[in-house]
C-alpha cells in the first residue's frame, strides 16, 4: 500500500533575538511613551517620521565599524543594483532628511521621533535584534546652549514618566576633551590610520562602569581576558599613555570647577582640549541657571559614548536604582539613553558641515525600569465589558447593548463565538472583563439586563463557603431596565475606577 504523503507545515517559531509584545504592555508602553512626547512638545519639538528603510551608503557612517558600512545590518539589493537596508538608529535617516530639505527647513530644525530600529548582530540575555528608540534633536547650530537644553530635556522626560529624582543622573562630557589628552598621551586624535585605535580606546573607556580601573588599563594596553575565558584584544597603548587616559576617566569626583580645573591640567597644550573644557564649563553654567543641579545632571569624564561621529558633548542617562530581579539578585539598569553632537553627520551628504545635537532614549530598557518600580499599569490592565450571547436568535439586539455601550465611550465587545454561557465567562475573565451583560428570556420578558461585577464577584467569592450561599447571595450581580443600561454600566467602572 501507498503510503500517504505527509504534509509539511512550517514550524511556528519567532526568529532570533526578536519578541512578541502583548497588549497589557503595549497599552503601558503607549503611556510611557506619550509621557515622554509631552515633554519634548513641551520643549517646542516638532514630531518627524521617516522610513524603516534606507539605502545602504546613508547609514554607513552612522555604524560602529566604519570600514564595513554594511555590518550590523539588515540589507537587500533592489533590482537596479542599488543596497537599502532597515534603519540602523534613527539619526542616520534624520541626516539624510535635513539633507534632503535644507533649504526648507527652518533652522535650527528640532524634531523628535519614535519607532523601531534594527540591529543585525548576535542576539543575547535582553539584546534584541528590533528595539524601539525615542530621539530628540536640534540641527543647524553649534551653540552649547543647545546641547544644554537636551540634557534638560532628558532629566525632564525620565522625571515624567516616573523615574523619581535621586534614581537618575544625566552624565555629561566632551569628546574634545578626551581628544586633549589623547594628544598629551601622544595619540593624534584625527589621523585616518589612528581610528581602530581610537575606537578601542572608546570602548575601552565605557567598559569603566562595568571592569573598573583594572579593566580598562587591560584594555587599554594588551588586551584582556574574560571569566570565561574569552580574550579581547586591548589597544596596545604603552604604560605611560595608558597614565593620563585613566586620570581622565577618573576625574569626575568634586563640584563642577574641581573638576575642570583637573580637565584643563590633564588636556595641557592641546587647543581642542580646552576648547571642550570650556564647553562643559558653559554647559554647566547654564544648567545651573535653569536649575539643574548636580543631582539631576553633571559633568563626567567617565563618558565617551562608542561611536566615533561624536564631535563635542556626549550624554548619558544612567539609573541609578538597585530592583531586585526575578531571581532575587539585585539588577541595575545603568544606561537607558544617550547622545551628543555629531557635526559631520549631515557634512557627509551636502559637503558642508552642518552642526547637529541629540539624545536617544532605549525605549524598551527604560519600560523594564519602570515596571521594576512598579509604575506601570500593565499587569492591571482592565478589558473591554463583555456583551454575552444567551441566545443566537436575538444576536441582533445583543449588538444594540454594545453599540450604545460604546456611543457612551464604554469599551466594550458583544461575544463572537459559538460557546455556551460557561465558556463566555471564562472568556471574560481571560480577557479582564471589569463586567459582563446578560439578557436570558426571562430579562428579555421583563425588559431588563443583568449587569455581573467580574471585579467585586471575585473579591466576594472568597468570603463564601458554600454553593448554597453562593446561589443565595448572588453576589455583584444588579438588574436593570434596558434602558438603563448605559448608566448602570458606568457607575460600575466607576466604582472600580476610583
Known amino acids: 500500500m501507498a503510503k500517504k504523503n505527509k504534509t509539511v507545515r512550517p514550524k511556528a517559531r519567532l526568529p532570533r533575538g526578536l519578541r512578541d509584545v502583548g497588549a497589557h504592555e503595549i497599552r503601558a508602553m503607549s503611556d510611557m511613551l506619550d509621557a515622554i512626547r509631552n515633554v519634548y512638545d513641551i520643549y517646542g519639538f516638532e514630531p518627524l517620521d ?7 551608503d546613508a547609514l554607513g557612517k552612522a555604524l560602529p565599524d566604519q ?27 534624520l541626516a539624510r532628511y535635513v539633507s534632503e530639505n535644507y533649504d526648507g527647513l527652518a533652522k ?24 524601539t528608540q525615542f530621539d530628540a534633536d536640534t540641527v543647524g547650530t553649534d551653540n552649547v546652549a543647545a546641547d544644554a537644553e537636551i540634557c534638560m530635556l532628558a532629566a525632564d522626560a525620565i522625571e515624567r514618566i516616573g523615574i523619581p529624582r535621586g534614581d537618575y543622573v544625566i552624565k555629561i562630557n566632551n569628546r ?29 573607556i565605557d567598559k569603566l562602569d562595568r571592569l573598573g580601573r583594572e579593566g580598562v588599563a587591560l584594555l587599554l594596553g594588551a588586551g584582556r581576558k574574560d571569566e570565561s575565558g574569552d580574550y579581547t584584544k586591548g589597544a596596545e597603548l604603552a604604560p605611560e599613555q595608558i597614565a593620563p587616559l585613566l586620570d581622565f576617566v577618573s576625574a569626575s569626583d568634586g563640584d563642577l570647577d574641581t573638576i ?9 597644550d592641546s587647543e581642542r582640549g580646552q576648547e571642550g573644557v570650556e564647553e562643559l564649563r558653559q554647559i554647566g553654567a547654564l544648567l545651573a541657571a535653569a536649575g539643574f543641579e548636580d543631582d539631576r545632571v553633571r559633568i563626567d569624564p567617565a563618558v565617551v559614548r ?15 536604582f538597585e530592583a531586585t530581579g526575578d531571581d532575587g539578585r539585585a539588577v541595575r539598569f545603568g544606561s537607558v539613553g544617550g547622545g551628543g553632537r555629531y557635526d559631520g553627520l549631515v557634512a557627509r551628504f551636502k559637503g558642508v558641515v552642518v552642526p547637529a545635537t541629540g539624545f536617544s532614549i532605549g525605549v524598551s530598557r ?19 465589558v463583555v456583551v454575552l450571547v444567551m441566545d443566537p436568535e436575538h444576536t441582533a439586539d445583543y449588538q444594540a447593548m454594545t453599540r450604545d455601550l460604546r456611543t457612551a465611550g464604554i469599551r466594550s465587545e458583544m461575544y463572537v463565538g459559538t460557546s455556551g454561557m460557561k ?57 436593570v431596565k434596558r434602558d438603563e443600561l448605559v448608566e448602570a454600566v458606568k457607575s460600575v467602572l466607576a466604582r472600580h475606577n476610583g
Open 50 to 56: 521617516t522610513p524603516a528603510f534606507e539605502y545602504s
Open 67 to 93: 570600514d564595513r558600512p554594511n555590518a550590523g545590518v539588515f540589507s537587500f539589493e533592489e533590482e537596479d543594483g542599488q543596497w537599502v537596508s532597515l534603519r540602523y538608529d534613527l539619526t542616520a535617516p
Open 108 to 131: 535650527p530644525f528640532r524634531r523628535y521621533q519614535t519607532g523601531p530600529v534594527w540591529r543585525n548582530e548576535k542576539p543575547g540575555p535582553g539584546r534584541y535584534r528590533q528595539f
Open 176 to 204: 574634545k576633551v578626551l581628544d586633549g589628552v589623547l594628544q598629551t598621551a601622544g595619540i593624534d586624535p584625527v589621523a585616518p590610520e589612528n581610528a581602530e585605535q581610537r575606537m578601542t580606546v572608546l570602548r575601552a
Open 260 to 268: 575642570l580645573t583637573r580637565l584643563r591640567s590633564l588636556v595641557g
Open 306 to 320: 562608542g561611536l566615533d561621529y561624536y564631535t563635542g558633548p556626549v550624554f548619558e542617562a544612567e539609573l541609578t
Open 366 to 384: 527604560l519600560y523594564a525600569a519602570l515596571e521594576a518600580l512598579g509604575k506601570t499599569n500593565s499587569a492591571t490592565a482592565t478589558g473591554p
Open 423 to 479: 465558556a463566555q465567562m471564562k472568556y471574560a475573565d481571560k480577557r479582564h472583563a471589569p463586567c459582563v451583560i446578560i439578557q436570558g428570556d426571562d430579562e428579555r420578558a421583563a425588559g431588563e439586563v443583568t449587569i455581573k461585577d467580574l471585579v467585586e464577584g471575585s473579591l466576594l467569592s472568597t468570603k463564601i463557603e458554600d454553593n448554597k450561599e453562593w446561589r443565595e447571595s448572588r453576589p455583584a450581580q444588579i438588574s
